[in-house]
T-cell receptor
Framework: DAGVTQSPTHLIKTRGQQVTLRCSPK?????VSWYQQALGQGPQFIFQ???????QRGNFPDRFSGHQFPNYSSELNVNALLLGDSALYLC???????????????FGEGSRLTVL | GQNIDQPTEMTATEGAIVQINCTYQ??????LFWYQQHAGEAPTFLSY????GLEEKGRFSSFLSRSKGYSYLLLKELQMKDSASYLC???????????FGQGTTLQVKP
């Protein structure tokens, strides 16, 4: 049973560039949440996708956008990269029932983005 | 506002017991999670408390007091591999949004 998979695991970009990160949720899960974790900090909620729509959003600018596909996989896009966007980007999957998350949230290994 | 506080760093000795505290003030509460995170890796689930009291799972136990906005993670019989960051996170609402503390880096020494 595959867990949450993310790609790429590491990448380096320069300021102003754009990046796309990908996440496949755990088998049977339909909800994907994205988190940003700066070095030495706890993860910060970016947004959540369910039924191919953004359901919740944290305090992140519009440069951060996402998408969920019919197979529940998701992408996180960041435009006009800044040095401060350097972080570990974590994807968490869960199962939604009647508008509520059921069970545990599972995290992927993350994508470490370095912006130079 | 949303605020979760936990100590930044702790040091303990192999074989000992350590308690990591977490206090929270959040606009919604649907449970509290503890995660372990080794450097460069993803957080892994340790425990989930939604009702007051103590939950025990092997060497790890977690306690919750909702009236006090307080939780702790208790690690017994510490091993070197327990050196990691421990994250306290509150489930805000019922839609799976987690609000994390900054994490407590635990160093276990021989």
């Amino acid at each position: 049973d595959a867990g949450v998979t993310q790609s790429p695991t590491h990448l380096i970009k320069t300021r102003g560039q754009q990046v796309t990160l990908r996440c496949s949720p755990k088998s049977g899960h339909d909800t994907v949440s994205w988190y940003q974790q700066a070095l030495g900090q706890g993860p910060q909620f970016i947004f959540q996708y369910y039924e191919e729509e953004e359901r919740q959003r944290g305090n992140f600018p519009d440069r951060f956008s996402g998408h969920q596909f019919p197979n529940y996989s998701s992408e996180l896009n960041v435009n006009a990269l800044l040095l401060g966007d350097s972080a570990l980007y974590l994807c968490a999957s869960s199962l939604m029932a009647s508008g509520e998350v059921t069970g545990e949230l599972f995290f992927g290994e993350g994508s470490r983005l370095t912006v130079l | 506002g949303q605020n979760i506080d936990q100590p930044t760093e702790m040091t303990a000795t192999e074989g000992a017991i350590v308690q990591i505290n977490c206090t929270y003030q959040t606009s919604g509460f649907n449970g509290l999670f503890w995660y372990q995170q080794h450097a460069g890796e993803a957080p892994t689930f340790l425990s989930y408390n939604v009702l007051d009291g103590l939950e025990e799972k092997g060497r790890f136990s977690s306690f919750l007091s909702r009236s006090k906005g307080y939780s702790y993670l208790l690690l017994k019989e510490l091993q070197m591999k327990d050196s990691a960051s421990y994250l306290c996170a509150v489930l805000s609402g019922n839609t799976g949004k987690l609000i994390f503390g900054q994490g407590t880096t635990l160093q276990v020494k021989p």
